[in-house]
């Protein structure tokens, strides 16, 4: 028969202090994890947050800013104010300034404001082309100089006067109902066009321009029953 060894009670004794002491550490670890998760899943929480809300900023961003009460924006050197038809800008001057010490260049599509011998308080290219014979400024209380641009076109709203300035988001620009009866027939009616699309879009339902594509939808099917429109773009 094969002789059998006794196990040296020696070595067992260090093996069993040996595993006692990995438990030991194991256990250790295991603790400072668990006293550390909490603070490591607070930073994880406000990484998260911020994460969150720098893609929220960009989006907004992207979308353009909330317009001011004048469907414009309050800028730094100058605040804007717009209707459908014109634009008017405001632009603080020293108290006192005389319309002979302005420069003020309104051309169709550049406008450059300032004061003689100074740095142009606004220099650039317009955001939309405006009709330079129905444009005008003056000097208001001597304190700020008003400018009135007439849009080109009427029936749309502008993002920013300069091209590469802070734009508002369009969609929230509001056209004042109380001055709709001042308006000609045609931009009247892109007006309220524009007010009941928006909303329509706000209480999740078909633009009017969506309303006529169903229809002609629907009358093609009516028309042409055999055929399949399940693919068909509809012009936007």
């Known amino acids: 028969p094969t002789p059998t060894r006794d196990l040296d009670s020696t070595e067992t004794l260090d093996q069993i202090r040996a595993g006692a002491?990995?438990?030991?550490?194991?256990?250790?670890?295991?603790?400072?994890?668990?006293?550390?998760?909490?603070?490591q899943q607070q930073v994880a929480a406000a990484k998260k947050d911020t994460s969150s809300t720098e893609v929220e900023k960009k989006e907004e961003e992207s979308k353009?800013?909330?317009?001011n009460s004048g469907n414009g924006l309050?800028?730094?050197?100058?605040s804007w104010a717009q209707q459908l038809p014109e634009v008017n800008l405001t632009v603080p001057v020293p108290e006192g300034t005389k319309g002979r010490s302005v420069v003020c260049e309104i051309k169709k599509d550049h406008l450059k404001v300032g004061l003689k011998g100074q740095p142009p308080i606004i220099?650039?290219?317009?955001?939309?082309?405006?009709?330079?014979?129905?444009?005008?400024?003056?000097?208001?209380?001597?304190?700020?100089?008003?400018?009135?641009?007439?849009?080109r076109n009427r029936s749309e709203w502008w993002k920013s006067v300069i091209k590469g300035d802070p734009e508002i988001d369009t969609q929230r620009a509001e056209p004042e109902s109380s001055k709709l009866s001042d308006l000609d027939p045609e931009t009247r009616q892109t007006v309220e066009k524009m007010m009941f699309d928006q909303r329509q879009k706000q209480m999740g339902l078909p633009t009017s321009e969506e309303m006529q594509n169903q229809d002609m939808l629907k009358k093609l099917k009516s028309q042409y029953p055999d055929m399949d429109f399940s693919g068909m773009k509809m012009p936007s």
Not at 64 to 67: C, E, M, N
Request: proline share 5%.
């Open 64 to 67: 353009g800013r909330q317009p």
């Open 123 to 151: 220099d650039g290219e317009l955001h939309k082309p405006v009709k330079v014979e129905d444009c005008f400024w003056s000097i208001e209380d001597g304190r700020s100089l008003s400018i009135l641009l007439t849009k």
């Open 21 to 39: 002491a990995a438990m030991a550490i194991i256990s250790e670890d295991i603790m400072q994890e668990d006293e550390t998760s909490p603070q």
């Open 74 to 78: 309050d800028l730094d050197n100058y």
